[in-house]
């Protein structure tokens, strides 16, 4: 056996050979890595890390390099080009150190919403004689024409989306809680607006235009005093209400005229809505519902849209567990919540669907049920049959709350594969993340459903309503995206929503505009600020924009 002493030797002698061989490779030099010349657009937005994003009114492009350009070096090393091959005549090169901007003549336009590329050759040098490393393209989109902004085209190749209006009966505007009361104003100018554009070929609505839900359970849906006896009544009752007629006027206006096609697909909050009911209210609006409370529309092969609670285990049709009926448990949270919202005339900041992660209905429930308790100060009998009915969906006798828990939690999760397959849900999911959906913004529900490998039909473009919560994000995130989802927010009372209000999208599909691009973008409807005007309108302005190869 060795000596602790002759491993101690090695160890050392082992170590003092490392030391000499790294001494002789310090004394070799360092190696130098070669340094190249890098080129940017700095007045412009690097996005999603592959293209730089360009107002299509801009006049000139600059690219800036990191080292002085040796300007006789210029010609021929930089072009400018489009689909439709090079653009060497419609600018001209201004030099300037490491700057080499180019400046469009003054007949050119850039396209709005088109792809751009600038190829900046090896044969570039800097006065230092520093060069790429390569050819390299950089590729530019422009942003697309603000609808209500610039209104220079007169081509027919955008679709406006809005959703999640919540329009109520005259009862929940005297009563306090109907969710849209002051927004009326704005929504009845922008479908003005889209009424007279050129640009506009259709409005879809995705959902919850009219709403049945938020109603106080303390009251019955229907109102037999005025003669209001069913749904059909109901529905006609808002159209009707005071408050509401403007814009079911502009609505009838836009199906009928001719010019832009009105596409409505049913939402939550008016799962009860019929293709003849919103025939007769609207005259020429086309029904895109694909099953009892549920719809989807696609103008094109690779655009979906839908409202997005087919996928939300609270608020999506279930038939299965109570048969003869349709209503889902979020529908008696919301009844409970408009209750609330009557008697303390104030709204919490959070939306009515289901307050809860949990993997369970029981434990989902009571958690819904007690933050509205709690934050409104409610008392609720809660073994009282004290939720009136009046023939809401065939139930004629009113509930209590825990007799609409446990109407539900009796099968509604071992239900839960069938109702998927009876709702067409494109790929099923389970109970938990279903569940989670009542809170999630649907960002991942989208490409679950229609983006990813799985999905048995694969769009570039999904929005969604639903969430009250406009935003845009691109699947997966970086470079390599292959779609959008995007959700058109809502048109509720701002002080109800902890998200901005008064929001819709435009997409523009390249099919319509010739362009290499689908370009999606999100608006808000706000007044003119700033203006001086005393009398300011309403305008369109822009939050984000995203776009995707065709």
């Known amino acids: 056996m060795k000596s602790p002493r002759i491993f101690g030797f ?25 340094v190249y010349l890098t080129v940017t657009l700095s007045r412009s937005a690097f996005h999603n890390q592959s293209y730089y994003s360009l107002k299509y009114q801009e006049r000139s492009i600059e690219l800036d390099f990191s ?6 070096t210029i010609p021929g090393n930089i072009s400018f080009s489009h689909k439709g091959g090079p653009l060497e005549t419609i600018y001209k090169i201004i030099f300037s150190g490491r700057k080499v901007i180019l400046a469009f003549n003054q007949d050119f336009q850039l396209h709005a919403g088109w792809k751009y ?8 040098i800097s006065t230092t004689g520093l060069k790429l490393p390569s050819d390299e393209t950089i590729e530019l989109r422009t942003t697309a024409i603000q609808l209500g902004v610039d209104n220079d085209s007169t081509t027919r190749n955008s679709i406006v989306c809005i959703s999640d209006i919540h329009l109520g009966d005259q009862r929940s505007a005297a009563l306090g809680y109907c969710w849209f009361t002051k927004n009326s104003a704005a929504l009845e100018s922008l479908l003005g607006f889209v009424q007279t554009s050129p640009q506009v070929k259709q409005l879809v609505i995705l959902g919850d235009l009219f709403d049945e839900w938020v109603i106080p359970y303390r009251l019955s849906p ?21 408050l509401n007629i403007g814009i079911v006027n502009k609505l009838k206006s836009i199906a009928s005229g001719g010019n832009t096609q009105l596409i409505y697909i049913p939402g939550n909050h008016d799962m009860l809505l019929t293709q003849e009911i919103i025939q007769e209210i609207i005259p020429g609006v086309i029904w895109q519902g694909d099953s009892t409370g549920l719809g989807h529309y696609s103008p094109m092969s690779e655009i979906v849209m839908e409202h997005g609670h087919r996928y939300d285990f609270f608020n999506c049709p279930q038939p299965l567990t109570a048969l003869g009926h349709t209503l889902p448990p ?4 919301s009844r409970l919540d408009a209750q609330g919202l009557m008697e303390t005339g104030k709204h919490i900041l959070k939306n009515t669907k289901s307050e809860n992660g949990d993997v ?8 819904a049920y007690e933050y509205l308790r709690i934050k409104y100060s409610l008392t609720v009998a809660a073994d009282s049959t004290n939720i ?4 809401i969906d065939h139930y004629s006798l009113p509930f209590s709350f825990n007799g609409a828990r446990d109407m539900f939690t009796g099968n509604i999760e071992n239900a839960w594969s069938s109702t998927q397959i009876r709702n067409a849900v494109p790929v099923t999911m389970p109970v938990l993340m279903a569940i989670l959906d009542g809170n999630d913004d649907l960002s991942f529900t989208a490409s679950y459903e229609y983006m990813q490998s799985q999905a048995p039909k694969k769009y570039k473009i999904v929005a969604f309503g639903h969430t009250h919560n406009p935003m845009m994000k691109v699947y997966p995130a970086g470079k390599s995206y292959t779609g959008i989802y995007a959700n058109t927010g809502s048109w509720v009372n701002a002080d109800l929503s902890s998200k901005p209000v008064r929001t819709f999208l435009v997409i523009k599909p390249a099919e319509w505009t010739g362009s290499d691009l689908d370009i999606v973008s999100l608006f808000q409807y706000n007044l003119e600020s700033g203006s001086g005007n005393p009398n300011p309108g309403y305008v369109p302005v822009l939050v984000s924009e995203e776009s995707i190869d065709k």
């Open 330 to 333: 979020g529908y008696f949270i």
């Open 67 to 72: 080292q002085p350009i040796d300007s006789t």
């Open 360 to 367: 369970e209905f029981l434990a989902a429930w009571t958690a």
């Open 388 to 391: 009136r009915m009046g023939g």
């Open 117 to 124: 590329l600038i190829t900046v050759k090896k044969g570039l």
């Open 10 to 34: 090695i160890l050392a002698l082992v170590l003092v050979s490392q030391l000499l061989i790294q001494q002789s490779c310090k004394k070799s030099g360092p190696t130098v890595e070669p």
């Open 222 to 242: 229907f109102d037999t005093l005025t003669g209001i006896h069913n749904s059909r009544d109901y529905f006609l009752s808002v159209a009707n209400a005071p």
